[in-house]
């Protein structure tokens, strides 16, 4: 081989554009951030929904169903809504454990409540 091949330089890399920046704004939007496993299971973005169900969970206890049932009731509806204003928000379904939980207890405490108000008044008669 002759030596002008050895002294040849080597072909220059091809150029490239640089990669689009992101906006200045990147790190505080929503819209460009992955959920992560803790955003996923507990949406901290949607403190009614998560409220509503944390009350309906605890309203299964005896007596406790009477205040909690209905503000888990109440917190759960006002969940459903938050989350159709902030679409990003999430936590509808624990908004909806919420509302189905202390529906539930709401009328098994208070209609114990009941039946035991009918049942006393129709035995001091």
């Known amino acids: 081989m002759a030596d002008e091949e050895y002294q040849k330089e080597p072909p220059r890399p091809e150029s490239r554009p640089p990669p689009p920046r992101p906006p200045a704004d ?4 929503d819209r460009f ?3 992560d496993v803790v955003q996923t299971f507990i949406p901290y973005k ?9 009350l309906g969970v605890f309203s299964f ?5 009477l205040a909690l049932g209905p503000a888990a009731l ?8 938050y989350r ?4 990003t928000a999430g936590g509808v379904g624990h908004a909806i454990s919420g509302i189905v939980m202390g529906s539930l207890t709401s ?3 208070w209609g114990g409540v009941i039946a035991a108000v009918v049942i006393g008044i129709a035995a001091a008669k």
């Open 26 to 29: 990147y790190d505080d939007d």
């Open 33 to 35: 951030r992955q959920p």
């Open 46 to 54: 949607n403190p009614m929904g998560l409220t509503a169900y944390y």
């Open 61 to 65: 206890i005896p007596c406790l169903g």
């Open 74 to 81: 109440i917190f759960g509806i006002l969940g459903v809504r």
């Open 84 to 87: 159709k204003r902030h679409p």
């Open 107 to 109: 009328l098994a405490n």
